[in-house]
């Protein structure tokens, strides 16, 4: 049973930091996408960035030179560290990843920017 799960969420005041992190578990013989959504109250999910097994990534204009996704390959791991928070970053964050051909998301992390 492959899992993926997401942890590192919580408070912070703008302009602050947060470190996300997403550990695969599991079977897993492929690994290749890996990435991270957000979805705020009354919105739908959206992108926020991805790593691929190459590591390219790619970011949302609303994240880039904010966010930096890194992914750590032994430890089937991705992180986003997120610098320079928003109020309009917060959201429930979401880990997503292509593990054997199949699609799975983790269960969500909250992060709420506020002072």
């Known amino acids: 049973q492959v899992q993926l799960v997401e942890s590192g969420g919580g408070l912070v005041q703008p302009g602050g930091s947060l470190r996300l992190s997403c550990a695969a578990s599991g079977s897993i013989f492929s690994l290749n996408y890996m990435g991270w959504y957000r979805q705020a109250p009354g919105k739908e999910r959206e992108l926020v960035a991805v790593i691929f097994s190459g590591g390219r990534t790619n970011y949302a204009d609303s994240v880039k030179g904010r966010f930096t996704i890194s992914r750590d390959n032994a430890k089937n791991t991705v992180y986003l560290q997120m610098n320079s928070l928003k109020p309009e970053d917060t959201a429930d964050y979401y880990c997503?990843?292509?593990?054997?051909?199949?699609?799975?998301w983790g269960r969500g992390t909250q992060v709420t920017v506020s002072s």
């Open positions: 997503n990843s292509v593990i054997n051909g199949g699609n799975y």
